[in-house]
């Protein structure tokens, strides 16, 4: 235990029970009710906790273990909980990602896509105004291909990612101001993007498995479509002619 005994037995939820157990004096029935009643109450406010790495051992009156052969391990101090979620957090990586627009309307559409179809649950998201757009244009941007890559090389790392899914959405803002065209002129310049964001990543990454799908949306529907992001030679012959003037954040905000 790092924090003081003075600290932790000043606690509004430390009981003179447990105080008794820690400072080895006898047993000193708290004003609760019944024996065994205290380790519960104890544990009511954890956020009122002692310093981070501290363990505080409550063993039971009832329990098979004793002092000293078990902890509860507790976390650093914490404001009040404000919501205590449904889902449960997985140790297990899944070791994909998928990089998509950062537009909210399209996440959870995104994620069943993700969960239900490419069947990769808890799949790493980078989630970025354009989506593939930002890995597309690092060639003609160096500093930008320095942030991007530097990202990319922490997740393949540290994430183990062997699989990065591509998806650009109909209607998306970003082209729509980059551009000035209307969402069905902008398509082909996004077919166009992912192509050669596919290129970037598997010349930055060999052996990365990487594919690319447009969603597409009819009223509230929206259906996803797999694009040709073709092998590497006919990429290389095959890339949207344009003025890199036109492709970088900047001419958004001149
Ligand atoms: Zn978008």
């Known amino acids: 235990m790092t924090g003081s005994l003075a600290s932790l037995t ?7 029970r447990c105080r008794a157990r820690l400072t080895g004096a ?14 519960q109450i104890g544990l009511q406010r954890p956020a009122l906790l002692g310093q981070p790495g501290d363990r505080m051992i409550l063993p039971s009156s009832d329990s098979p273990h004793r002092l000293g052969e078990s902890a509860i391990e507790l976390g650093p ?41 490419l069947q990769i649950p808890r ?3 980078w989630a970025v105004p354009g989506g593939p757009a930002w890995v597309a244009t690092p060639q003609e941007d160096p500093a930008l291909h320095r942030v991007i890559r530097i990202q990319l090389d922490f ?55 990487v594919e690319a799908y447009l969603a597409m949306r009819q009223h509230e529907w929206v259906s996803f479509h797999q694009l040709d992001i073709g092998d590497e ?3 290389r012959t095959h890339l949207w002619p344009r003025k890199s003037s036109e492709r970088t954040p900047e001419s958004l905000f001149p």
């Open 10 to 16: 000043g606690a509004p939820w430390y009981t003179d």
């Open 26 to 39: 006898g047993q000193v029935k708290n004003k609760f009710g019944g024996e065994g009643r205290d380790e």
């Open 77 to 117: 101090p914490l404001p009040m909980v404000s919501y205590h979620a449904m889902e449960r957090w997985h140790p297990e990586r899944i070791g994909a990602l998928a990089l998509y627009c950062s537009d909210g309307r399209w996440g959870e559409a995104f994620d069943e896509f993700c969960h239900r179809h």
């Open 123 to 125: 799949y790493d998201r």
């Open 155 to 209: 997740l393949v790392r540290a994430h183990e990612l062997e699989r990065v899914v591509l998806i650009t959405h109909y209607g998306c803002a970003w082209y729509g101001h980059l551009l000035q065209r209307s969402p069905g002129e902008c398509l082909s310049a996004q077919a166009e993007d992912v192509e050669s964001a596919a290129a970037v990543l598997q010349g930055w990454y060999p052996g990365l498995r």
């Open 233 to 235: 030679l006919t990429r």
